[in-house]
């Protein structure tokens, strides 16, 4: 009674915007049944926001297997949706899709910033819920509860995994590998060359970044530790299931702003139950609007670790980690060193064969005289 989404697996990244595709095959009741109750329920996980809006979900009809354009279906005529928090009911009029063989909804959400990282995925939960009894009470109607588990409803489900991988670079002394530095920049890219984010190396030498779809990816330090040497390369990384396999505990501090432009996730941002959230001009954060308040939206994601485990760690892991070290020096000349000292050795040498050949001439012109 229910076909699947483009995927039931997938991966991808914080601000990613995803399309699902919920599909229910059409019941046959017989004439004069009281109850055709059917439905559609799709339950979203705290790390998935929900972009599209009743009116912008899309139902259409098909009547046959051959049938791939479909039908679009009118909205509180052929159907009625019911958003609460991260839950969406779409509730299907028989009598207006009985002559379909089947029925789908599509829509959009947004991977966001409490997105957990891979065998942890961030599940969408989809049941579809139909009568199989009927001529036992009547059909339900919109604005009551919906029955769901109750008996005489059939139920047919499925689940959607969305994972999502962490990036983790440990930086360290290239002489003594147990001291950590703080203070190193590294700029991590996509495959198209665009910028992800830059990450500043911790106390513990830990830089990270969470939510990373699977794929190749850059990283390049841009500025290194104090009294070290900068490594000018770009480096090469792959992440996948395959090989993040480390376990990491971090927390993660989130920024918001009122101004969408300069938001990393551009849907406005909501709690873990799926309300809506909103930002004053200090920066704080309420599921109530006011007239001193205004939408808030993601701007900076800030992760730090603060525990690191092992390699085939399993409940959590998706985690992939590189070494980077760095050797003591500087990358540039310093003042008043060699480099400074050969410049000024060859500019007063330079002096000295001037000031004798002019010496050397003024003797010869007078010798003439």
Known sequence: MIRKRATDTQTAGIGDELTYTLSADVPVYPEGATNTTMYMKDTLSSGLT???????????????????????????????????????????????????????????AVVNEKAVVSTGSNDNDYKYYFSNDPFNGGTYEPGNDHPDDKPGYGKSEDVVKVY????????????????????????????SKNVVDTVTTDANGIAAYTGLAAGTYTYKETKAPTGYKLDPNEHEFTIDSENAVETTTTTRTIEYTSVQADAKIKTQARDDSGNLLYVDADGNVSTTKTDDNSAAYVKTIT???????????????????????????????????????LFTMIGCAIIAVTVILYTNRKRTAGSAK
């Open 50 to 108: 929900l972009s599209s809006t009743a009116d912008s979900i899309v139902v259409k009809g098909y009547t046959n297997a051959q049938d791939t354009a479909g039908t679009v279906l009118e909205k509180d005529k052929d159907y009625t949706v019911t958003i609460n928090g991260q839950q969406i009911y779409i509730d299907l009029t028989y009598a207006s899709v009985k002559g379909y063989a089947k029925v789908t909804a599509e829509y959009k």
């Open 164 to 191: 999502t991988y962490r990036f983790q670079i440990h930086k360290y002394d290239a002489n003594t590998t147990t001291t950590n530095l703080a203070g190193a920049v590294f700029e991590i890219k996509d495959s």
């Open 303 to 341: 992760t730090n670790v603060v525990a690191e485990g092992t390699e085939g760690a399993a409940a959590d892991a998706g985690t992939y980690t590189v070494g980077v070290a760095n050797k003591p020096g500087s990358s540039l000349p310093t003042t008043g060193g060699m480099g400074t000292i």
